[in-house]
């Protein structure tokens, strides 16, 4: 065959696969897509993909009109969403990004940044690299409590030394290796509440692998802004929970004798609510216990019915 018949060479790949999953956010996959294509990395050195999880508007018709590669997950689990981007992906390293995220320019520059500074010997035993999801300027309260709790602060749930809960980091910005995640069976699709990514992590450390924190790596995310929404967030935030103690019941032992004195600990904040108020300076301060019960309460119910789910008790 002459060099003029031979067929061309496949193109090489990238070094980073950015997955986002989505389900009916034509606004935020749209905006979330322009943002990647304008980081500050080379084009070729990534690469996009979109997992439309059953979205029923025009979210796959927005991701393919900003650019991106888009491919479908008929049943609704964002476990088995951003599992089928894994499967698809071509990269080494997977870059987990959540729909409703905007990266900034230097994002994926960060990550690469990270991986380049560590040893060779470091480099093989690191699996996992969150990066960080900062908040949006509040623009209302419920954004402000949300931002003040630290509900996607990174950093907070990596610091977690084995005390009741191990350290985990979020799936909203979170770079993993492939082959070990597809070793490991990818996000457990049986976990579909939050929850998924502490299991997938814990499952890492158990394999033997370092699951590290790059603050550079920053993205920013767009909360829900309604007391509807704060509910939902915290019922379903419950449930995960109740789901993550039955599957890891032998690890959660100490949870087990201290959640009566959480029951306790959640009592008195209530009674306190009232003087909380009277008492506060700021609008804020004034709504504040108001949103600890609400959210409080969401969370106590999701994991009573999460557990009720699974044949058991949990609070």
């Known amino acids: 065959m002459s060099q003029e018949d031979s067929p061309p060479a ?5 070094r980073f696969s950015v997955i986002v999953p989505v389900r009916n956010r034509p606004a935020d996959i749209r905006r979330c897509v322009e943002a990647v294509h304008a980081l500050d990395f080379p084009r070729k050195a990534y ?6 999880n059953g979205s029923t508007d025009a979210t796959a018709r927005e991701a393919r009109a900003a650019g991106a590669r888009v491919i479908h997950e008929p049943i609704v689990n964002r476990c088995r969403a951003r599992n089928l981007g894994a499967l698809a992906a071509r990269a080494p390293w997977l870059v987990f990004l959540d729909s409703d995220c ?5 994002w994926l520059a960060a990550f690469d940044a990270f991986l380049e500074n560590l040893s060779p010997a470091d480099r093989e035993r690191t699996a996992i690299v969150a ?23 990174q950093e907070k749930y990596l610091r977690q ?9 979020l799936t909203a910005n979170l770079m993993v290796r492939r082959r070990v995640y597809l070793a490991l069976g990818g996000l457990d699709p049986g976990l579909p509440y939050p929850g998924e990514d502490a299991d997938f992590c814990w499952r890492v450390a158990d394999a033997g692998y370092r699951l590290s924190y790059a603050p550079e790596a920053r ?5 829900r802004a309604t007391l509807r929404a704060l509910w939902i967030q915290s019922c379903h935030w419950g449930i995960g929970q109740a ?12 949870w087990c004798w201290f959640k009566p004195v959480l029951l306790v600990w ?5 009674l306190k609510s009232p003087w909380r108020w009277l008492r506060g300076r700021t609008p804020f301060e004034r709504r504040e216990p108001w949103l600890d019960f609400l959210a409080n309460s969401a969370m106590l119910w999701g994991r009573f019915w999460g557990g009720l789910r699974r044949g058991t008790l949990v609070f």
């Open 219 to 223: 993205v920013t995310h767009h909360h």
């Open 131 to 153: 990066g960080a999801v900062l908040d949006v300027p509040p623009a209302n309260v419920v954004e402000e409590y949300i931002a003040r709790r630290g509900w996607f602060d």
């Open 47 to 52: 690469e996009l993909i979109v997992v439309d």
């Open 10 to 14: 496949a193109p090489a790949a990238p």
């Open 161 to 169: 030394q084995e005390r009741f809960v191990r350290p985990f980091a």
């Open 266 to 270: 959640a009592a008195k904040g209530l």
């Open 102 to 106: 905007v990266p900034d320019p230097d």
């Open 243 to 254: 789901d993550l103690f039955v599957k890891w019941r032998s690890r959660w032992r100490a």
